[in-house]
C-alpha cells in the first residue's frame, strides 16, 4: 500500500506488488502520479494556513486502560512533536484499580503539555466524559492509544473550525501504521479501514433541509466546495468519522448530552459510542467537516482472532447504537423505517463484495499468498452479531446506572465528612 502526498497532504493510495521490474511498479503508480496536477490546483485553492494566534485552544483526550506501553509510548512520543501553540493532552487512565506497579506516571512524566486523571467507571464512553470535564480547550479531539499522529494534525482540524464558525465537528483521515500481517491487509483491503471508502477531499456534512419534519435529521447532505455530491443515510456516518480522528467544539458536546456512558469499548455494547455523538451532531441540525489532511495512523489488529473480536464487536455496536438512538428520541424510529431499505441494500452489496473476494479490481494486486485465504467468515461473524446489540445495550444501560449510582453515592459520602 503506498499513500500518494502533494505538499505533505495525502491525495490518494494505490496497493502495489513489488517486483524486481521497475516498469510493473512505475505503471503501478501511475494513478497517484496521474493526480499531480489536480493535487497542485487543490492546493492553491485551500485558504491560507492561519497565525498561531488566531488558533482556538484544543485539548486532546484519550481514554485507555493501560494495556498496550508500547503504542501509548508511541502515541505521546507523537505528540510532543505536534505543532500547535494552545494544546494539553489530557490521558484519562480508565481502569477501575490502578496496579501499585502502574507504568502510567512513568510514560506521562516530564512530557510538556501531558496531564492524566482517573475515571474508574468502565467503558471508553465514561472516560471520555471525564475528560470533557476536565478539559480547558474550546475544541475537543479524541483520539485512541493506538495510533500515531502527525506533526500537523490538530492545526488541519483547528483551522476548519477557524475557516467555517458554522462547524460543530470536524473528523480526519485514519491510516494503517502497519501492514505486516494478514488480518491488517484483510482488514484494509476488504473493509477499508475505519472508514470503508476513503474521501481525499474536504467535505461537509450536514442534514437534508427539505426532509419532513419527523426525519430532519436522518438523511445527510455531502458537500465538496458548497457542491453537493452525495446523499445518504445519518446512520452511515462512519464512512466521515471514527473516534481515532475526531473533534467538537465543546458547544456541540454539551447539546447532545456528552457521549452515552452504555455505549463503547468496556461496556457490553463494545462500540458505537463515536457514531451516535456523530450522528447526535446531525439529528440536531449541527455540521460536520471531514478534513483529509488531518491524519492519523492506526495499528490494526494483528491476529485473525483479535479481527474477528473487533468485527463482531462492530456488529453489535452498531445495532446497539441505533437502539440508544431510539430510546433518546423516538423520531429515529420514523429516521429509521425512511432510511433503513437504502442502508440494508447497501450493506448487503458491501457484504457480498466481501465474501465474493472483495473489490474486483483489486485481484492482480493482491500480496502474495492471500489470493485464497481471506476467511469470508469474518463478514457472517459480524453479521451474525447485529441482532445481539439491543439486549447489550439494555445490560449495558442497566450497568451505567448502578455505576452512576455508585459514583453519586460516593461523592455525597465524601461531602458529608
Partial sequence: MVIGTWHGRPVGVADVHLSAEADGTRAALTPLTDLREDAARE????????????????????????GRREDLELMLDGFAAIDYPDVEFLIVDNRPVVPADDVLPGLVAGRDRVRAIHEPRKGISAGRNAGVAAARGEVIVFTDDDVRVEPDWLRELAQRYVDDPTLDAVTGLILPAELDTAAQIWFERYYGGFSGERTWRPLVLEPERRAPRLVRGARITVSDA????????????????AGANMSFRRTALERIGGFDLALGTGTPARGGEDLAALIGVLWTGGRIGYEPAAVVHHRHRRGTDELLHQLRGNGLGFTAMLTSLVLGDRRHLAGLAWQLPLAVQAMAAQSLSRIGGGAADAAETRPAGLEDEYPRSLVLNELRDYPKGPLAYLRSRRLARRMDARATSGAGAARGR
Avoid: H, N
Avoid at 458548497?226 to 468519522?241: H, L, N, P, S, W
Fill in 43 to 66: 492546493e492553491s485553492a485551500r485558504p491560507a494556513r492561519l497565525p498561531d494566534d488566531a488558533l482556538p485552544p484544543v485539548t486532546v483526550v484519550v481514554s485507555t486502560i493501560v
Fill in 226 to 241: 458548497g457542491r453537493a455530491v452525495k446523499r445518504f443515510a445519518v446512520y452511515g456516518v462512519g464512512a466521515y468519522g
